[in-house]
């Protein structure tokens, strides 16, 4: 069985930072036969892939490029993502997910975890 497990969400003031952590189980993030990522969703709004892991490849989306760091800490089978220089239009709520790379569309799911940034 597969599972993916956010932590590390909370509140904070612009400005500020945050570090997200997934665990997962059932895949090794060091197998670069999974594509692994980071997606955000906003109320009424579909989820936005923000950082991924594609073959091996780090890939950012514009509205978080440059604040955002993606990194992997595979002895502990984690997936990470560094957030600095928060905004309030970064409140959301955040997923992890992970799919074999051949496969279309992602299919492992975290629980997702609250950032809330406030002005």
């Given at each position: 069985?597969?599972?993916?497990?956010?932590?590390?969400?909370?509140?904070?003031?612009?400005?500020?930072?945050?570090?997200?952590?997934?665990?997962?189980?059932?895949?090794?993030?060091?197998?670069?036969?999974?594509?692994?990522?980071?997606?955000?969703?906003?109320?009424?709004?579909?989820?936005?892939?923000?950082?991924?892991?594609?073959?091996?490849?780090?890939?950012?989306?514009d509205s978080v490029k440059g604040r955002f760091t993606l990194s992997t800490d595979n002895a502990k089978n984690t997936l990470n993502l560094e957030m600095n220089n928060l905004?309030?239009?970064?409140?959301?709520?955040?997923?992890?997910?992970?799919?074999?790379?051949?496969?279309?569309?992602?299919?492992?799911?975290?629980?997702?975890?609250?950032?809330?940034?406030?002005?």
């Open positions: 069985q597969v599972k993916l497990v956010e932590s590390g969400g909370g509140s904070v003031q612009a400005g500020g930072s945050l570090r997200l952590s997934c665990d997962l189980f059932g895949i090794r993030v060091s197998d670069s036969n999974y594509c692994v990522g980071w997606f955000r969703q906003y109320p009424r709004a579909d989820r936005e892939r923000i950082a991924a892991i594609i073959r091996g490849q780090t890939t950012y989306a905004k309030p239009d970064d409140t959301a709520m955040y997923f992890c997910a992970a799919k074999p790379c051949r496969v279309a569309a992602y299919n492992y799911w975290g629980q997702g975890t609250q950032v809330t940034v406030s002005s």
